[in-house]
């Protein structure tokens, strides 16, 4: 627990900005632009460029980082136009729901705006991805979270252990919610922790493989917390977390598949992600471990007959994978990607039942964590 | 193709000329009920507006058409010029090949002499009866007489011969019956002929009663008469040993040598001893004297002789002012272009000179019962007089058929509002035969005519772009005032300020951007090209950069244009096609024009 940021925050809520902060942020927004018509200029506004061009890499906090780029959204431009009037409806509505202390989720955000033009047959929305990337835009801008713009993220994932959290005036502990933990929220910004009994964190890929470390009651032998993202961790799982993290100074060790997409997962976690490169801030949990599988796994476990083979879509994976400087600048993380690509095969989390049902429980991870066989 | 007639004259003037037409009345245009009342009615008002301008008076004519009974009609025509005195009056409607204008190089509408009698013969050999003339002369002399055509001498008939003063009756009045023809108002009709020569002779105004008694008058346009054609000496190329014969017969001078320096233009006295060291025979010796192989050798002695060109300014074209006041006041176009062309030489010796005007929108364009698109209508002309029939097998047509409209932003010329106007104008006309419904594809004239509907073209394609260019802003400008609304009722929830206010604004500044854009062209005006291509790169620099902000939303964006997106297409398609020789902007440009339609949209 180096991490002097970390410290600083410890025992203390993160601020949240209220809601009078986050009304005057959008009023703001909106007044900028209409200055700009009231002296009959062209009305713009700018948004961080949000693509891989403008994203860095800040090897000294080893955080995915928004460049300076900027790109302006005219009103007077063909292209930009339509986005230009949907980023206004999503920020009036957003204030809407900020006023009536309502939070809606993206979904209900499109169908709440989603309407037909005047005199035409075109709609404001025309899907859900469409809010959804104004929104990114929005949020992005205005370097508000989007769930403080009480638009929820969608929830998916679960945490299990010896943790009690509070929300919305309820208190749990997270060991004694039947079979499947607590599923976490979108929103997690409200939690209160009250207790913790645990030594690290294990974020885990796969929710099967989540189940089968209930079944074993590793969050007991191990003294974790498991945690899964049911896939690419979402918003409200990374946050959690990094409120976790932050407030509880527990180390986060990733449980992943050997192939591509498990190495993103744990980037995304590590370093953040290339969509949300702006807020990694408080995504981010740079001191993730590395634990599997790996591509020595198969050699030292003897799983070669569970192997799966690569498709071409993997290998381009691993090939854009390569030229990440996160993972291109790191030798150990390089020669994980190149053995992948040639040896041709991944490894799945639940290979390792190949061996037992148990074996994951009783030998692979204690004898990993424990020798701290780790990759970084 | 000149010498279908001559040689019908040469071979047959021993017997009858007027019984060869007898037999062979198709020959004088006298096929098919409807055309031959056209016929009729293009001989007579050819003679009305020969003779106006003869006499110098602007013309004023009335057609009337009477039905009498089944393929049976009266048709009377007058006009307000010079009259008939009775010396001509005879030959002039009574005798075959005895016009004024065969053996004179003069540019007129009547050429052989066939006309006015070949009529007066139609009708005493389809009715029996005579053809009445009315001639009221300058003199306040009225000249009354009936005329048929003797037609085994070629010679008239003249009856009921009146002579008395009238001072009110002015200029001449031909009235005949005629059987075995019919009226109709098509396109082969009395009607459309008249529609036509009143566009190609808008010094002129013509009244026509058809048989339902309706009046249609199309009034002049301009108040100019054409000049008086000059008579012309021919150009010893394109000469043949009849016509050279035929000349030398009727020649006053004393020697071949000044026969061939006052009958020939561009032969001086040098020329014409220079011809005299390419023949065998002697200079000297009269006109009269001419053999038919001396004459050849005479041919081709003009053959290996270089002359100068002849002269053009004998040629009297409509007129570009002329032309485009009779186009605007009968077609009412949305866009008209008048070409007129330098005179040129065909067959090595005759002038002639190219008019072409191209009528789109409006009245333009032949419209089509039941459809509401008009076609493409085809005006061809010899000498201001209209020609009706034969269009396939004549110069112009094959000239249209020949320009790749598809350049000009016609994508389809057979459907479009068009009406292509094209006047040859001609001392000698070449037509295909003595119908003088179609001139023969000369490949001069073939190149000429496609010259001009070319230029015409490039004119039209640069009216039409800019409407396109002017449509396709008006589409750009409604896309922004389509999220002018939405984004004020947002921006009034934001802040507070007035949303009618705000809507007000945005609309002034969408107006007022888009007037730029009109300025800036307006400013490049002259070359429409540069303006586009000025237009499209400001808006490039912009989508370049929506495309790097974009890159995470650009399949939506996309799905939804995509209705755009096909239309750009489409117009990469007729960007493509238009593209061609000298246009040709460079590939470069082009391509970023495409791109940016694209982007824009």
Known sequence: MTDSKGKALSNSKEKVLSNEEILNSLSSFGKNMVDQIKNEEPPKFF?????????????????????????????????????????????????????????????????NLKHSLPNSKENTFDDDTESGSVLDDLECSLDILRSQLHVNAKGRGSVYGDITIKQAGDEFNCSGLGRGGWLIPGNVEDIEITNCNADFILAIENDAMMSRLIEEK?????????????????????????????????????????????????????????????LSDKYAVPTAKYVGMTMDDIETYNLKNVTEKLKDIDRNRINEEMRYPWFKNNPVWLRQLKLMAEKGIRIEQQALANKSLEFVASTYLPEKIENEMFLD | ???ITDEIFSEFKEHSVAEFFKKN????????????????????????LDACEEASILPDITIKIDKIGNEHYRVTSRDNGPGMPKKVAGKALGQLLAGTKFHRRIQSRGQQGIGASGCTMFSQITTGKSTKLI??????????????????????????????????????????????????????????????????????TIRF??????????????????????????????MTADDILTRASKSNAYKIKSFLMTDFARISSSKANEIGTHVSFDLNKRPQELKWDEAEEMVEAFKNIKFMAPETNFLIPIGDNQLTKAMQQILEPEFLAVVERNAQIYRGGVPFQVEVSLGYGGKAGRSVEKEETSKVEVLRYANRAPLLFDGGGCVISQAVSKVDWKRYELRNINESPVTIFVNVSSAHIPYTSAGKQAISDEDEILEEIRNALMDAGRKLKSHLSGKRRLLEKERKKKIFEKYIPETAKSLEFLTGTSKTILEQKLEEIVGSRFAELAEAEALENGNGEAAQENEAVTLDSESQEDKITDENTITEEHEKTGELDSESQEDKIANENTITEEETPPAEKRENTDETEKEVK
């Open chain 1, 47 to 111: 948004v961080p460029t949000r693509t891989q061009t403008n994203i860095r890499y800040d090897e000294e906090k080893r955080l995915l980082r928004l460049g300076e780029g900027k790109s302006e959204r005219k009103f007077i431009n063909a292209a930009h136009t339509r986005k230009f009037m949907q980023t206004t409806m999503v920020a009036s509505a957003c204030m809407s729901y900020v006023n009536a202390e309502k939070t809606v989720g993206k979904r209900e955000l499109y169908y």
């Open chain 1, 218 to 278: 590793t969050w007991k032998s191990l003294g974790c917390i498991l945690v899964t993202g049911e896939g690419m961790f979402p918003r409200g799982v990374r946050r959690f977390l990094k409120i976790l993290y932050e407030r509880l100074k527990l180390p986060v060790i990733t449980f992943v598949d050997g192939d591509p997409y498990g190495f993103y997962i744990y980037s995304v976690l590590k370093y953040g992600s290339i969509n949300l490169a702006h």
């Open chain 2, 1 to 3: 193709m000149i010498d």
């Open chain 2, 25 to 48: 009345k198709q020959m004088l245009g006298f096929t098919g009920k409807v055309k031959s009342l056209t016929t009729i009615v293009h001989e007579y008002v050819t003679n009305s």
């Open chain 2, 135 to 204: 001639s009221g002369l300058e003199n306040g002399t009225i000249y009354e007489t009936d005329v048929k055509i003797d037609v085994k001498r070629n010679m008239p008939e003249l009856t009921n011969e009146k002579e008395y003063k009238d001072e009110e009756i002015k200029g001449t009045t031909i009235i005949a019956e005629f059987k075995t023809v019919t009226y109709n108002k098509g396109e082969y009709g009395p009607l459309e002929y008249i529609k036509r020569t009143a566009l190609a002779n808008p010094h002129t």
């Open chain 2, 209 to 238: 009663e058809d048989p339902d008694g309706e009046l249609l008058i199309f009034e002049r346009a301009v108040e100019k008469i054409p000049p008086v054609p000059k008579e012309m000496l021919p150009h010893p190329k394109g």
